[in-house]
T-cell receptor, first 113, second 117 residues
Framework: GENVEQHPSTLSVQEGDSAVIKCTYS??????FPWYKQELGKGPQLIID?????GEKKDQRIAVTLNKTAKHFSLHITETQPEDSAVYFC????????????FGTGTRLQVTL | GAVVSQHPSRVICKSGTSVKIECRSL??????MFWYRQFPKQSLMLMAT?????????EQGVEKDKFLINHASLTLSTLTVTSAHPEDSSFYIC?????????????FGPGTRLTVT
């Protein structure tokens, strides 16, 4: 089955700086890679996703890149703000019949003033 | 759009009793709903996948007789933890995948914190 690795486990940046979180996956059949933000005591919130037919996707301060050959994808947050502080999870899956997602281990992002 | 609710948000029950958690997609129909379990400071662990009108598919190691899942309609799935024990205490989260379109995104509910005493 799919195995998704994520790093770093914790990341501290100053407000206004950029943050990058990286993930690798093992199953070449995976074609869907969402990113979720989870605040304490809440469910994960889908913030951006990318499919394997695209190499990069951007939504305001958030961007995701995908390298299918190397089987890795990254989340980039620019101009970080304190409200970006949360745990971020990457995930990989296939949009076929099962649609299951395999999650990374999470990155705790702390944006300091 | 794409709002998923869970009820209750918190529940405390005594060992040996059963607890039912509801997951509803409020503004879309869901072909598939997923149930996850999350321990403190850990990732999400998929427990089972449920499709409306059919039996749930459980992940390896998850006891289907202990965690009963019913996907009664395209907007409602329930998870019943039967004969709960303290080790079942956890954060249970559901997600729903929309019926329409090829996207297959999963939208998560706010989670249910179960404490078994």
């Amino acid at each position: 089955g799919e195995n998704v690795e994520q790093h770093p486990s914790t990341l501290s940046v100053q407000e206004g700086d950029s943050a990058v979180i990286k993930c690798t996956y093992s199953d070449s059949a995976s074609n869907y890679f969402p990113w979720y933000k989870q605040e304490l005591g809440k469910g994960p919130q889908l913030i951006i996703d990318i499919r394997s037919n695209v190499g990069e996707k951007k939504d305001q301060r958030i961007a995701v890149t995908l390298n299918k050959t190397a089987k890795h994808f990254s989340l980039h947050i620019t101009e970080t703000q304190p409200e970006d502080s949360a745990v971020y999870f990457c995930a990989g899956g296939n949009t076929g019949t099962a649609s299951k997602l395999t999650f990374g281990t999470g990155t705790r992002l702390q944006v300091t003033l | 759009g794409a709002v998923v609710s869970q009820h209750p948000s918190r529940v405390i029950c005594k060992s040996g009793t059963s607890v039912k958690i509801e997951c509803r997609s409020l503004d879309f129909q869901a072909t598939t709903m997923f149930w996850y379990r999350q321990f403190p400071k850990q990732s999400l662990m998929l427990m089972a996948t449920s499709n409306e009108g059919s039996k749930a598919t459980y992940e390896q190691g998850v006891e289907k007789d202990k965690f009963l899942i019913n996907h009664a309609s395209l907007t409602l799935s329930t998870l019943t933890v039967t004969s709960a024990h303290p080790e079942d205490s956890s954060f249970y989260i559901c997600s729903a995948s929309p019926l329409a379109g090829p996207t297959r995104e999963q939208y998560f509910g706010p989670g249910t914190r179960l404490t078994v005493t």
